[in-house]
Nanobody, 125 residues
Framework: QVQLVESGGGLVQAGGSLRLSCAASGLTFRENTMGWFRQTPGKERELVAAISLYGDTVYFPDSVKGRFTISRDNTENTVFLQMNSLKPEDTAIYYC??????????????????WGQGTQVTVSS
């Protein structure tokens, strides 16, 4: 069974940093595009970062560009999200996602096959 387990969430003051980790098992990690989504109550799940199979290509929306960095370690089956200069509006549950299929609609949650349980990130003012 595929498992994606996030860690590293918590409470941080505005301007601070957090590093999220996602450990994957039950899938061939190097054959999966990896991503991070976030969601707040009543809002659509939003893609905040994605990374290609070998890390050659990354994606960030304008809302986090320049502040967030995604990376992966295919020898450890782990993907990371480094979040710097955090703002209160970054507060959300952050989810790790994986898909073995390339898609032009990768920015939509329903294009991804596997999901972690989520980790809470809270940024205080």
């Amino acid at each position: 069974q595929v498992q994606l387990v996030e860690s590293g969430g918590g409470l941080v003051q505005a301007g601070g940093s957090l590093r999220l980790s996602c450990a994957a098992s039950g899938l061939t990690f190097r054959e999966n595009t990896m991503g991070w989504f976030r969601q707040t109550p009543g809002k659509e799940r939003e893609l905040v970062a994605a990374i290609s199979l070998y890390g050659d290509t990354v994606y960030f929306p304008d809302s986090v560009k320049g502040r967030f960095t995604i990376s992966r370690d295919n020898t450890e089956n782990t993907v990371f999200l480094q979040m710097n200069s955090l703002k209160p509006e970054d507060t959300a549950i952050y989810y790790c996602a994986a898909t073995p299929n390339y898609s032009d609609t990768y920015n939509k949650a329903n294009a991804w096959n596997y999901w972690g349980q989520g980790t809470q990130v809270t940024v205080s003012s």
